[in-house]
């Protein structure tokens, strides 16, 4: 079924290989007694990071409207 929804939303197999690749360590992290949360939240603080670093040292940043002010 989880399958069926994976390849359902955008009909690619990358999606299908994505939840298999997530799946598989989702169990080995649990076999390991390995909490998700920690993981989630590097994952999102990365992105996070990521986008500010870039916006802030972009050639252009003196240029942009929130360093002039």
Same mark, same amino acid.
């Not at 994976?6 to 390991?32: K, P, Q, Y």
């Not at 050639?59 to 002010?69: G, L, V």
């Given at each position: &079924?989880?399958?069926?929804?994976?390849?359902? !939303?955008? *009909? #690619?197999?990358?999606?299908?290989?994505? &939840?298999?690749?997530?799946?598989?360590?989702?169990?080995?992290?649990? #076999?390991? =007694?390995?909490?998700?949360?920690?993981?989630?939240?590097?994952? !999102?603080?990365?992105?996070?990071?990521?986008?500010? #670093?870039?916006?802030?040292? *972009?050639? =252009?940043? *003196?240029?942009?409207?929130?360093? !002039?002010?």
């Amino acid at each position: &079924m989880t399958v069926l929804g994976a390849h359902a !939303i955008a *009909s #690619t197999r990358l999606d299908v290989w994505v &939840m298999f690749i997530f799946g598989i360590i989702s169990f080995i992290s649990r #076999t390991l =007694n390995f909490h998700p949360a920690p993981i989630v939240l590097g994952l !999102i603080d990365r992105a996070v990071f990521s986008v500010l #670093t870039i916006n802030r040292y *972009s050639p =252009n940043w *003196s240029t942009s409207p929130s360093a !002039i002010r």
